[in-house]
Nanobody, 125 residues
Framework: QVQLVESGGGLVQAGGSLRLSCAASGRTFSAYAMGWFRQATGKEREFVAAISWSSGSTRYADSVKGRVTISKENAKNTVYLQMNSLNPEDTAVYYC??????????????????WGQGTQVTVSS
């Protein structure tokens, strides 16, 4: 079982930036893809971004495209989510997830088998 630990959340004003990190435990960690999802209060979890662990190819939700960049550092078993031009609609708990089963870069949470505890991002207006 892999353990994922997110960090970097916090309170930021609208228009500001945050960089989230997700560190995966284990020296032999590998995955097909790593993803970021978010869940706002009273709403369903939604896909934000994902990256292929091998090729680095990326996928983004339309709602964040152009404002968010997902990246990885394989040597550190870490994936990042750089978020710019944040707005109050980005307020949510952000979760990191690992897909170690399905090939490709999945966009749906059911394809990810390991999840972090989440980190709160709050954007004030």
């Amino acid at each position: 079982q892999v353990q994922l630990v997110e960090s970097g959340g916090g309170l930021v004003q609208a228009g500001g930036s945050l960089r989230l990190s997700c560190a995966a435990s284990g020296r032999t960690f590998s995955a097909y893809a790593m993803g970021w999802f978010r869940q706002a209060t009273g709403k369903e979890r939604e896909f934000v971004a994902a990256i292929s662990w091998s090729s680095g190819s990326t996928r983004y939700a339309d709602s964040v495209k152009g404002r968010v960049t997902i990246s990885k550092e394989n040597a550190k078993n870490t994936v990042y989510l750089q978020m710019n031009s944040l707005n109050p609609e980005d307020t949510a708990v952000y979760y990191c997830a690992a897909d170690r089963i399905w090939l490709g870069v999945p966009l749906t949470g059911d394809k990810y088998d390991s999840w972090g505890q989440g980190t709160q991002v709050t954007v004030s207006s």
